[in-house]
DNA sequence: TCTATTTTTTCGAGCCTCGAAAAAATACTG
DNA sequence: CAGTATTTTTTCGAGGCTCGAAAAAATAGA
């Protein structure tokens, strides 16, 4: 049920809107943000002197093209560094990072290491993570009141408020409700995210020409994740981060999958399901638990070389994530692709196989004007999806705070 | 790119806000209304002291329980029958229905025709639409000038904006820019919508209990469609109406569908499928024109009194629609799950296999508490939901002029 | 008839945005 | 180098909107 706007409500959506503009632009002068919000010089000239006087904002030189052109030079305005800091936190298979972040999006600092995801008991784990934070929260360096929020990715499933999460491969315990856990021990606002959407937001913001209202960011890793963007919003599902691309059905009763069922994406395209077609196991061989990325890239060389099972296997898991994209192209329209991880370097081989299945569905029609990106390294993605992200929720709630507290249609603006 | 708020727009959604809840509740007083939508009361009486005095709403008799208590009895308000009046037209296979409705829901008048879609002439289908629409105009007991939209629903794909139909399952012809067509004829703004879709907007009004924030509408029909209401909102492509559930795939390279590809959900449960696998036709046999409801209605008795042909058609229907919506689920989470249309009288024969297949696959974990629930008849919810559909336009756009004109977040609310 | 209670309206205060005009800061011009 | 043109930014008053508090209205009970 949507609900009323309050005359409050106004300039906080407002400043919220300002500082979201000087986030995307850089250095927009006040005259440039008039524009693309639509609002009058004069409303913005308020609000950035605002903005300014709380220290949010900077006045920064005239933009470098400026100096040419006649009249009074525009002033940049861009976010103040000192504003406040994020901290990121990345647990992916055997693999935690951190890193604090300032409000400009400058990487602070930063700690990364290697630990047994799989065989680690719950608290363990749990420990791993709040250690690892409260490390870089010690850091002489910083000012630890400036950390307004933490933001962590996890390679699995999350619910919907962002608080938990439900279940991931990277561990056999389930249900961790790391935000509260994290808020609990630091006293900092925290949010759990699913990585594959954190990617699909750092695509955004790398590159929003090519990504812009509506894409998909696939990740061919051990498992086959996706962040998907329609409308300009971040896609999640009813109850928990959703978008389970890699468990929709490829085959009725198919070949087995790490979650324990048959037949889905990830049983022939995730890196263990070509690896066990290349080795020609058979596809009721148990999933293994983790294919070094160098195995991976030996396999595709083998592919590359010669016709044999390591060909047959990637054919395999073209055709897979054909039949799969085609099928989500049904429900959603065809919209631009971007591979991410490991198996993404091996596009080559994946993709004549992908397009055919693509042509044999729905999204077929307009097969050939599919495009699809490739960027092999899914952790750096993440991690900056996780930073936008983190910053954003700055942005929105402790800098123009209540705009989204209220309307239901609110501040669904994906980082 | 979001756009600021202007001052002037606060009122308008206001006002948006207080005929919405209006519609939504019946006969509301203002300290109701001041509830839901979160407004002072003072805001309250402003606003629907200026709408009553523009003759949208109107003064109710106190509502019943009132009489009890004690103090000033609630004055309820309610929308004047009056203030506007819409058209539908359901378009659907060999059969054009219209209605007129006053601005409070009410049908004031209505046409049906039979008429043979499948092999008309382009012209001769849009010359039809024209036709009964201009009749219905002409009804001297109508004021043409309250007409204020039309909203078109066709079985079919149609465009993001509402403005054309670009295929059919009903018609040869495509891109048949119906909504251009019936403003330029009479003047009238118009959109065009898809079936599946009314049938969800419908089913939130019949039962916002059960059908409020997320769930599912299946058409069982000749082709298999899917209505989707998610986060509140209405699922629709990124071009096109999009959830194409019927053409998701159920089995690479599987039977022959209605669109001319292979393995689509519809050809194992749409019902000139289940007519075929009835009749052991083979899965290649091309698919018939249409199946009646009566054969349909024999086909499903001829299944519940023995173990033959047609009960597996039905078993292999319920596999394929279990799968696709396992496949679904994994996307979107499950949500609730109304199957309408003919074979939704057979749902007992669809249901073990249904959920025998769902069990099997992501959504399977709650595969009990997955509730369905059938409902035979389409066309009484198509009607009253494009009905619904235009309503809330005027509503919207008529009434509270340019709320929705300017940010891109606004007015999302489905119906 | 009077009092208690509830709904609705009225009224002034406080914000917010807007447009127009003024002020500020620069490039060009002769 | 002073004056003019040009562009950006700020200032200021007008108009609107919502809100809270108080008043008015309308009823049930005593």
């Not at 020609?280 to 990325?293: C, R, T, Y």
């Not at 989500?328 to 490991?342: H, K, T, Y």
């Amino acid at each position: 049920m949507s609900v009323g706007i309050r005359h409050d409500d106004l300039r906080r959506r407002n400043r919220a809107m300002v500082i979201a503009a000087v986030r995307r632009a850089g250095q927009p002068s006040r005259t440039e943000i008039a524009a693309t919000t639509g609002l009058s010089h004069s409303t913005i000239s308020a609000i950035s002197s605002d903005l300014i006087g709380e220290g949010i904002l900077t006045e920064s030189k005239p933009s470098e093209a400026g100096s040419l052109r006649r009249g009074r030079p525009q002033v940049g305005l861009s976010l103040n560094p000192e504003a406040a800091a994020v901290m990121t936190v990345v647990l992916s298979l055997n693999f935690l990072s951190v890193a604090v972040i300032d409000y400009a999006g400058q990487v602070i600092s930063e700690e990364q290491r290697r630990l047994d995801t799989q065989t680690m008991s719950r608290d363990a784990l749990i420990g791993e993570c709040v250690g690892i934070v409260r490390r870089r929260l010690e850091d002489p360096d910083l000012d630890v009141r400036s950390v307004a929020r933490i933001a962590l990715a996890i390679q699995g499933i999350t619910d919907t408020h962002a608080r938990a999460m439900l279940w991931s491969p990277i561990t056999p315990h389930t249900d961790i409700a790391f935000a509260d856990i994290l808020e609990d021990e630091f006293g900092i606002p925290a949010t759990v995210e699913n990585d594959c959407n954190m990617m699909a937001i750092a695509l955004r913001w790398r590159d929003p020409d090519r990504y812009r209202d509506d894409f998909i960011a696939i990740l061919l890793s051990h498992g086959i994740g996706m962040g998907l963007v329609l409308k300009g919003e971040l896609f999640t599902g009813t109850h928990s981060s959703g978008g389970e691309f890699g468990h929709m059905i490829h085959q009725p009763n198919g070949a087995l999958c790490r979650c324990g069922r048959r037949g889905c994406v990830e049983a022939y395209a995730g890196n263990y399901a070509i690896w066990r077609n290349a080795r020609q196991l058979g596809e009721d061989a148990e999933p293994v638990a983790d294919v070094s990325d160098a195995d991976m890239r030996a396999l595709a060389t083998a592919a590359r070389e010669k016709d044999g099972p390591e060909r047959e296997a990637y054919r395999k898991a073209g055709e897979a994530l054909g039949y799969g994209l085609g099928s989500l192209f049904a429900l959603i329209d065809p919209a631009p692709v971007a591979m991410v991880g490991v198996s993404a370097a091996a596009f080559d081989l994946i993709e004549p196989a992908l397009r055919e299945a693509i042509a044999q569905t729905a999204g077929g029609q307009h097969s050939k004007s599919i495009s699809f990106d490739t960027e092999p390294n899914e952790l750096p993605l993440i991690r900056e999806g996780c930073a936008m992200r983190a910053l954003t929720f700055v942005d929105q709630e402790i800098f123009a705070p209540g705009a989204q507290a209220r309307g239901s249609v609110v501040g669904k603006n994906v980082a």
